[in-house]
């Protein structure tokens, strides 16, 4: 897997995807974190409390709201995932915790949701569920009005994400091509 702080999500989470021969749908975001060697740990948390993750003696820890949508619980995974793979030296000796996709303990920057390592983090979420081929496939031929909500909730159950992250992914692969 390619190394360095300027790799792409999007390549990063393709390069996961191949790594552990991923083809199927939904992307088994619980057994690739266990791949990686981390363990995923399902606890009630606050409602604004999305996941964590930190490093104890070796092994990453996941932890993830289990209050919350098991939709919202797999992007968690993906996020804390994300992290593992792009910023891991950035983990050890600290709990990096995820505030609704925030980092708490790093003031008013990662309170705005815009710290570099959040976005990436969040991309690396959405390519991981939801693969740039793997919708390419399931778009087509059909015709795509992304305000038919319909068509739209029914990719989302496909990939087993919500509704509104299938429209950011959309939204985001069609500006893309622009």
């Given at each position: 897997m390619p190394t360095g702080r300027n790799i792409d999500p999007e390549i990063r989470a393709q390069?996961?995807?191949?790594?552990?021969?991923?083809?199927?749908?939904?992307?088994?975001?619980?057994?690739?974190?266990?791949?990686?060697?981390?363990?995923?740990?399902?606890s009630p948390l606050d409602d604004e409390l999305s996941g964590m993750i930190y490093i104890k003696d070796e092994v990453p820890?996941?932890?993830?709201?289990?209050?919350?949508?098991?939709?919202r619980q797999?992007?968690?995974?993906?996020?804390e995932i994300g992290h593992l793979v792009m910023h891991?030296?950035?983990?050890?000796?600290?709990?990096h915790v995820d505030k609704q996709f925030t980092v708490l303990m790093r003031g008013a920057v990662a309170a705005s949701g815009k710290e570099r390592i959040e976005i990436e983090a969040n991309g690396f979420a959405a390519a991981l569920?939801?693969?740039?081929?793997?919708?390419?496939?399931?778009l087509a031929g059909r015709?795509?009005?992304?305000?038919?909500?319909?068509?739209?909730?029914e990719l989302a159950r496909k990939f087993r994400v919500s509704r509104q992250m299938m429209e950011y992914r959309i939204g985001n692969l069609s500006l893309s091509k622009i």
């Open positions: 390069d996961v995807l191949e790594r552990f021969n991923i083809r199927t749908l939904p992307v088994p975001v619980e057994k690739i974190a266990r791949s990686l060697g981390a363990q995923v740990r399902f820890i996941i932890g993830v709201n289990s209050m919350h949508h098991p939709n797999r992007f968690t995974i993906a996020h891991r030296e950035r983990l050890a000796g600290t709990v569920l939801v693969p740039r081929l793997f919708l390419d496939q399931a015709k795509f009005d992304i305000d038919d909500e319909g068509p739209l909730e």
